[in-house]
């Protein structure tokens, strides 16, 4: 079963496919107004639609980087998918959208958020970036693309150290 699609315009004439999440909505539209409701013009970092998993993927949350650099990794707002609720499920996901955008907004502003995992406090306290972001697949939401996945591969001091043989 194929996960059901919408294709969005963006503010260039473009469009691109957004993967919804598999059950069923009886307001498909919905989704498509959660997403153009933010203005996603002059943000100082990028928001992306992440999905995880080595099958079919799952919705992971909203990934926040800098500018034009999917592997600046900012923040992950992550996302949690009831099927037995899909009330609670959008709100949460509409919640943690327009906590990517205020992120994304002032990107300083990330460690302040409890519901965010603050990615670049990781790195700059000299911790490893999480294994699981290098599995991250991502669509870009606020700039137009062509719909194929990105992948962020951030710089990690610590995992560099631990696969280069000591000399």
């Known amino acids: 079963m194929l996960a059901p699609t919408i294709n969005v315009p ?8 957004l993967l919804l999440p598999q059950w069923r909505s009886d307001h498909p539209d919905e989704w498509y107004g959660l997403y153009t409701e933010l203005n996603w013009d002059g943000l100082e970092a990028d928001v992306y639609l992440a999905f995880i998993g080595s099958g079919p993927l799952q919705l992971s949350g909203f990934l926040v980087t800098s500018k034009s650099n999917i592997n600046g990794v900012i923040a992950h707002c992550p996302v949690e998918i009831d099927t037995a ?10 919640r943690q959208l327009q906590l990517a955008r205020r992120i994304a907004q002032d990107p300083q502003k990330a460690d302040q958020f409890d519901d965010a995992i603050s990615l670049v406090r990781l790195i ?12 991250l697949a991502c669509i870009p939401l606020s700039y137009p693309t062509d719909g194929e996945f990105l ?9 560099l150290s631990a696969l280069t043989p000591p000399r």
């Open 151 to 159: 992948y962020p591969t951030p710089f990690c001091p610590r995992l």
């Open 124 to 135: 700059r306290d000299g911790r490893t970036v999480p294994r699981w972001v290098y599995a």
């Open 85 to 94: 609720d899909p009330k609670r499920s959008y709100r949460n996901l509409r």
């Open 10 to 17: 963006t503010s260039d004439n473009s469009q691109f496919r």
